[in-house]
């Protein structure tokens, strides 16, 4: 038997068979994916004409009849018998506003540089393979925010001590939760630096109810209370530092309040620079603030409030739950509206906040409730091995959920949470309603110029907006795709 079917085994390999002509090829593809049936054909024929009529008709207004130069609108205006496309001559006429808004042109170059700084700190944090992502991360997340913030309004604010003791508040908590989440810590001098930390901000709150004579240290004006809450503050610092182990983690612990110190002594100093009221301050400029401000606030934010919403803990859960509720609930629009036009009415005399600054917290607050949902769909994807696994190593809980638990939730949800960035980005054109000219409300704004109104200046401009707007959001979404792509290791095989 066995030399029978050596007889029919053949010693060679034989040469591959080309692919049959109707599976392969240009014409197959075609035939497979367009023309499959007779109502695929018509659908293709009808599809095909109609883009072909349309990227015709695109190409004729943007590119062969428009107009790319002139001072006024008499370049964009037809004559007799006359077609004109679009009048890209107000858009290069416009482009300085459409930038930087309002924005005094001797000082531009500060926003330039703000630019420029953002490119440099931001792309080597993008690129994996260049070093020292700490650092970058570092120069991104706490000193870039300050230097843009002195170099677009001009510094010099001034600090008084509420806010010095607010700023510390916020840096002591930063250290409790770097020493919470390290491996080595006591669990004691922990406890003690959160209820410091509690107690400041409390006398903090108290500070702004309870009014009393103010004075100076260190030459910066404090009332009684405030200093409190500064030292309190400062106390839970000292705390959090002693229930570090190591040095390495005592340096970890004080990098934030080192960093609040030089952010403090930053704004208070006066580095000549003219300043510019926010209200000047407009077009992509603006965008690219609010939209950068408000994905930097709504993340972190967004963790805390889907952890809070799976908190064991019935009150936080309750509160996560009401927060969240009520922001999706409610237009951005009406978010915005209230900020601007409400809240001034609800606060005591002589209290006023920054409209900019209202509209950014505003959209921080609402992406962020949005956020929440969307973490928390990946928190619920975790097996519940994951969180057992955490617990038998002894982990705590915000151990576990640093080390464990939240890179894993957060890169099951990228696609989500950058839908969120995207969706953020776009709806900041609707600051526009309460007086603040981002990209599209500066486009808009050009319109009503008496030496630009033509036939195409409006369509002109809101191609130009809306390109722009589509590069940023594009852009965000491929490199979503990029992280996705680089993360599926646990899917490779």
Request: aromatic residues 12%; positive net charge; charged residues 10%.
């Amino acid at each position: 038997m066995s030399e029978h079917v050596s007889a029919y085994v053949s010693q060679r390999e034989l040469p591959r068979l080309p692919a049959p002509r109707s599976e392969a090829g240009l014409i197959a593809t075609l035939r497979k994916n367009l023309f499959a049936t007779p109502y695929d054909s018509v659908v293709t024929i009808v599809l095909g004409i109609f883009v072909v009529w349309l990227a015709w008709n695109l190409i004729e207004w943007g590119i062969l009849t428009a107009v790319f130069t002139g001072a006024n609108r008499e370049a964009c205006v037809p004559a007799e018998g006359q077609v004109i496309g679009a009048c890209w001559a107000f858009v290069n006429a416009k482009m300085g506003q459409f930038i930087y808004g309002l924005y005094p042109v001797a000082e531009r170059w500060r926003i330039d540089l703000v630019h420029l700084l953002l490119v440099v700190f931001a792309v080597p944090l993008a690129i994996p393979s260049v070093p020292w992502k700490r650092l970058n991360a570092l120069l991104l997340f706490a000193v870039y925010p300050i230097v843009a913030l002195v170099l677009m309004t001009g510094g010099d604010f001034g600090i008084g001590g509420g806010w010095i003791s607010f700023l510390f508040a916020i840096a002591a908590f930063v250290a409790i939760a770097v020493a919470g989440t390290s491996l080595q810590v006591s669990e004691r001098y922990v406890r003690i630096a959160t209820w410091l930390a509690t107690a400041a901000i409390i006398v903090l709150f108290a500070s702004n109810i309870v009014r009393s004579e103010s004075f100076r240290v260190l030459g910066f004006e404090f009332t009684a209370l405030s200093l409190v809450s500064t030292l309190l503050a400062f106390g839970s610092v000292a705390a959090s530092v002693a229930a570090s182990v190591t040095n390495n983690q005592r340096l970890k612990v004080l990098v934030a309040p080192v960093v609040m110190l030089a952010v403090i002594l930053f704004l208070s100093a006066d580095f000549g620079l003219r300043e510019v009221p926010t209200h000047l301050w407009g077009g992509l400029s603006l965008t690219l603030v609010v939209a950068i401000t408000g994905i930097a606030a709504s993340l972190p934010l967004g963790i805390l409030l889907a952890l809070g919403r799976r908190s064991h803990l019935p009150a936080i859960k309750l509160l996560s739950i009401i927060f969240i509720e009520f922001w999706r609930g409610v237009p951005l629009i009406t978010v915005l509206f209230m900020s601007a036009f409400m809240i001034p009415l609800l606060l005591p005399d002589g209290v006023t906040f920054n409209n900019l600054l209202r509209a950014l917290i505003g959209v921080a607050l609402f992406s962020a409730a949005y956020l929440a949902e969307v973490i928390r769909g990946g928190l619920q994807a975790i097996q519940k091995g994951q969180f057992e696994g955490a617990q038998a190593l002894g982990l705590s809980y915000w151990q576990m959920m640093r080390f464990i638990i939240m890179p894993q939730a957060l890169k099951l949800v990228i696609p989500g949470i950058v839908n969120s960035f995207i969706s953020m980005f776009k709806d900041t054109s609707l600051v526009y309603i309460i007086g603040l000219a981002d990209l599209l409300g500066t486009v808009r704004r050009g319109f009503a110029d008496p030496a630009w109104i033509t036939p195409s200046t409006a369509a002109t401009g809101l191609v130009f907006a809306g390109f722009v707007y589509w590069v940023f959001c594009f852009g965000m979404s491929r490199y979503s795709q990029f992280i996705e792509r680089r993360l599926e290791t646990g899917h490779r095989r």
